[in-house]
C-alpha cells in the first residue's frame, strides 16, 4: 500500500500562530491524511471541536488540556501536547489504494447473481429476536452528543417496518441534559443492509476483481474489491463465499454525487432548494457490516458501523461563517455509530416493542410520522454530563 510522504504532510501544517495551530491527522500505516476526524475537548465548562478537512487538515484555536482525536476507522487517541501530525492506528483496512481491474472474470457475477436468489431465504426469511447494543455520537464546532442504547431487537421478515426493539438501558452523554434520544443512525445501519440492497443494478453498475491478498481460514472464502463504473465516488469490498453463494462481511464508501442519487428524493432536494436555499455540498458515508451464520444456515448482521459526514446550507447561513469552517472544518455534522447484535434466550413473556421505522435524510412527513418521531426520541434515557476528563 502506498506510503505518504511525512515531509509533505508536515509541510502543510508549517503555519502556526499564537492564535490557532493547524495540525494533520493522519493514518499511522500509510501517513496518509484522514479526513473528517473529530478532534475535541471541553474547558473552563465549554465544549469546543474541530473536524478534519479532505487534506486531514483541522485548525485547533482554543485552549486544551487533553485534546481527543477520533475517528470511526481508527483507534481514539488522547493527546496532552499537539505535534503538527497526530497519527491514528487503524481499525480497518482501507480500500483508496485498490484498483480494480477492466478485466473481470465470468464467475464474479455469476456468484454474485446467486447471492441475490439466496439472500431472501438466508438473510430475511426467519423472525428473530437478538441483544444489542446500539453506540452513536454526533460531533459539530459547538456541542458533543453520545448515545448507548441496550437491550432487545426484533426482526421479522417481508415486513416494510420489519425492525422493533425493547430497550432495557439508555445513557446520553453531552454538555447539557436538554438532548434527545437519537436512533437516527440505527435505523439506516439496519434498513440501509448492504446485502438487502443488492441486486441487479448494482452488480450491473459496478466493476469487480478478486484481492489475491485477502486470507481466510475458510478456503471457500473470497474477498472482492468494486467500483462504480459511472462514479468515482463509491467503491469497496465483499467477502463472499463461494460455496454457498453468500456475503459474510461487506464495506462501501460514497460520497456526495452516490448519496444523492441512492439516499434522498431529487424532487424533494429540488423543493427545498426552491424553498429555504438549502443544499447539500457534501455528503460522504461510510459502512461496514459483518454476518453471522445460524446453525441453520441463516445469517444475519451481528456487527455493523456507520460514519456519515454532511456540509449542508442554506439561505440563512452567514458566509463569513460557512468561510470559517470550510477552513476550520468546524460546524457540519460528523456522526459515527455501532451495533452489536448477538443471539439470545432472554425474550421475558411481556414485551413492550417500540417499531422502528425506515430510515431517511430529507422527506415530507405525515402528522402521524412526525408523533412516531417524537416517541423515538422520548426513549428512557441517564445522562452524563460531558466532563474534562471523560475521554468518550
Same mark, same amino acid.
Given at each position: ?14 503555519? !502556526? ?16 491524511? @484522514? ?15 474541530? @473536524? *478534519? ?6 485548525? #485547533? ?19 496532552? &501536547? ?20 477492466? #478485466?473481470?472474470? +465470468?464467475?464474479?457475477? $455469476? ?38 442504547? +441496550? ?58 476483481? $478478486? ?26 469490498? #465483499? ?13 462501501? #464508501? ?21 424553498? *429555504? ?6 455528503? &460522504? ?12 444456515? !441463516? ?65 415530507? *412527513? ?27
Amino acid at each position: 500500500m502506498k506510503k505518504w510522504p511525512i515531509l509533505l504532510i508536515t509541510a502543510l501544517t508549517a503555519l !502556526t500562530t499564537n492564535a490557532q495551530h493547524r495540525v494533520v491527522v493522519a493514518d499511522k500505516d500509510t501517513h496518509a491524511p @484522514i479526513a473528517q476526524a473529530s478532534i475535541y475537548t471541553k474547558e473552563n465548562g465549554k465544549f469546543y471541536s474541530a @473536524i *478534519s478537512n479532505d487534506m486531514g487538515e483541522a485548525v #485547533i484555536n482554543f485552549e486544551f488540556k487533553r485534546l481527543t482525536f477520533s475517528h470511526l476507522n481508527y483507534e481514539r487517541k488522547v493527546a496532552t &501536547n499537539l505535534s503538527d501530525t497526530i497519527f491514528l492506528t487503524p481499525r480497518y483496512r482501507e480500500t483508496a489504494e485498490v484498483i480494480v481491474l477492466n #478485466i473481470e472474470p +465470468k464467475w464474479i457475477r $455469476e456468484k454474485l447473481r446467486q447471492v441475490v436468489k439466496n439472500k431472501q431465504k438466508v438473510y430475511f426469511s426467519q423472525s428473530r429476536v437478538l441483544s444489542y447494543d446500539y453506540q452513536t455520537q454526533s460531533i459539530d464546532r459547538h456541542s458533543y452528543y453520545s448515545y448507548q442504547s +441496550k437491550g432487545l431487537m426484533q426482526m421479522k421478515s417481508l415486513e416494510h417496518n420489519r425492525y422493533s426493539l425493547s430497550q432495557t438501558e439508555g445513557h446520553i452523554t453531552s454538555a447539557d441534559s436538554t438532548q434527545l434520544t437519537d436512533v437516527a443512525n440505527l435505523r439506516r445501519m439496519l434498513y440501509e443492509d448492504f446485502v438487502d440492497e443488492l441486486d441487479g443494478g448494482f452488480i450491473n453498475s459496478h466493476r469487480f476483481s $478478486e484481492n489475491g491478498e485477502f486470507k481466510s481460514d475458510n478456503k471457500n472464502e473470497l474477498e472482492l474489491v468494486f467500483r462504480s463504473k459511472k462514479h468515482n465516488d463509491d467503491r469497496g469490498r #465483499i467477502v463472499i463465499d463461494t460455496a454457498r453463494c453468500v456475503i459474510s462481511s461487506a464495506y462501501r #464508501i460514497t460520497g456526495t454525487e452516490t448519496n444523492k442519487r441512492e439516499r434522498i428524493s431529487p424532487l424533494l432536494l429540488s423543493m427545498a432548494r426552491a424553498i *429555504s436555499g438549502y443544499r447539500i455540498d457534501k455528503w &460522504n458515508r461510510t459502512y461496514h457490516v459483518s454476518y453471522t451464520a445460524l446453525s441453520d444456515g !441463516t445469517m444475519y448482521p451481528s456487527e455493523v458501523s456507520y460514519k456519515c459526514y454532511m456540509e449542508i446550507y442554506d439561505k440563512g447561513d452567514d458566509p463569513d461563517e460557512k468561510n470559517y469552517d470550510q477552513q476550520s472544518g468546524g460546524g457540519f455534522p460528523n456522526m459515527e455509530a455501532t451495533l452489536h447484535l448477538s443471539t439470545t434466550s432472554s425474550q421475558p413473556d411481556s414485551i413492550a416493542w417500540v417499531t422502528l421505522p425506515g430510515s431517511w435524510y430529507l422527506r415530507l *412527513s405525515s402528522d402521524k410520522e412526525r408523533q412516531q418521531e417524537i416517541m423515538l426520541s422520548h426513549l428512557p434515557a441517564i445522562f452524563d454530563i460531558f466532563k474534562e476528563d471523560n475521554e468518550n
